[in-house]
């Protein structure tokens, strides 16, 4: 897959953390996806981004970052020593977020 695009500094991905599982786990656990959905939605957790393929799933939380300024700017940016990893190379693959700049062909 291939990145195209450019950060439109929407802010959404800074806004909502993603937590990566493994589908199997949390089936196996919790007895259906579904179950899986309502007991995490009671903490208002979603699941999202279910793959099969990868055996994977994505935890999303309403939880803001705080180095994120009300103008959607990274308080961290241009300093690569302290700014997370992940942040630097997001995205690396589609998060399915609407307003990001970026596409995956
Ligand atoms: S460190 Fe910066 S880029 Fe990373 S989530 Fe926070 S505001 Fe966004
Ligand atoms: S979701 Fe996409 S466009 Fe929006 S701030 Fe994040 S990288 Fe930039």
Do not use: W
């Amino acid at each position: 897959m291939r990145r195209e695009g450019e950060c439109v500094t929407c802010g959404d991905c800074c806004r909502v953390m993603r937590i990566t599982g493994i589908l199997s786990h949390v089936v196996g656990q919790h007895g259906s996806l579904d179950e899986a959905r309502a007991y995490y939605s009671f903490r208002k957790i979603r699941i999202a981004a279910v793959s099969p393929e990868t055996d994977s799933l994505c935890f999303e939380l309403d939880i803001p970052c705080d180095k994120l300024t009300e103008e959607n700017h990274c308080l961290l940016h241009g300093q690569p020593e302290i700014k997370p990893m992940i942040c630097h190379r997001y995205p690396a693959v589609s998060d399915d977020i609407g307003r990001c700049g970026y596409s995956f062909r």
